[in-house]
């Protein structure tokens, strides 16, 4: 089975540049959530969605923002990007929406903002 | 406080040496236990998973839960090369919160 896909691996761009981020789940996981690493930290929580409406949010600004489709694949915007939004961006599938559901990862888009 | 604490190391150890990797956690909500490795330029994969304290054993790898201590372990036998990676360890309580990570290298 094909594990969690995450479109593009790499991506430059500019400050103040708008970028989207795709992930698909793995089949027959309906939960998709969105996870920030910067280097040397463990992932940070963004988002959660679960049969397209949201479930929970992180400490991030309204400049990111996500949604998911009802095919279970799942896009992260972030609007008015910064220097500081240079991170590893990690989408997680699991089956259900709660803790005992544990999170498989993708392997991320690497977001560098110049 | 951090929700969870967790040792960045680095830790470098000889090939076949026993690993201990450690987390500790200051709430008693959580519930779910897990550990995650991390190869450079990777995403996370799963390693254990636990609920309740105890010991849970997957091969080499053995995953310790002191719900009382708030304090998680993973231990790895007969270390090798190939283990060489961060490794997270992952708590949740209606979200996940994950530990800094710790950088193990099983040196030949």
């Known amino acids: 089975d094909a594990g969690v896909t995450q479109s593009p691996t790499h991506l430059i761009k500019t400050r103040g540049q708008h970028v989207t981020l795709r992930c698909s789940p793995i089949s027959g996981h309906k939960s998709v959530s969105w996870y920030q690493q910067v280097l040397g930290q463990g992932p940070q929580f963004i988002f959660q969605?679960?049969?397209?409406?949201?479930?929970g949010r992180g400490n991030f600004p309204d400049r990111f923002s996500a949604r998911q489709f009802p095919n279970y694949s799942s896009e992260l915007n972030v609007n008015a990007l910064l220097l500081g939004d240079s991170a590893l961006y990690l989408c997680?599938?699991?089956?259900?929406?709660?803790?005992?559901?544990?999170?498989?990862f993708g392997n991320g888009t690497r977001l560098t903002v110049t | 406080q951090k929700e969870v604490e967790q040792d960045p190391g680095p830790l470098s150890v000889p090939e076949g040496a026993i690993v201990s990797l450690n987390c500790t956690y200051s709430?008693?909500?959580?519930?779910?236990f897990m550990w995650y490795r991390q190869y450079s330029r990777k995403g996370p994969e799963l390693l254990m998973y636990?609920?309740?304290?105890g010991n849970k054993e997957d091969g080499r790898f053995t995953a310790q839960v002191d719900k009382s201590s708030k304090y998680i372990s993973l231990f790895i036998r007969d270390s090798q090369p190939s283990d060489s990676a961060t490794y997270l360890c992952?708590?949740?309580?209606?979200?996940?919160?994950f530990g800094t990570g710790t950088s193990l290298t099983v040196i030949p």
């Open positions: 992952a708590m949740s309580r209606n979200q996940f919160y």
């Open positions: 997680a599938s699991s089956s259900g929406t709660g803790s005992e559901s544990p999170l498989h």
């Open positions: 969605y679960y049969e397209k409406e949201e479930r």
């Open positions: 709430n008693s909500a959580f519930q779910y």
């Open positions: 636990t609920y309740s304290s």
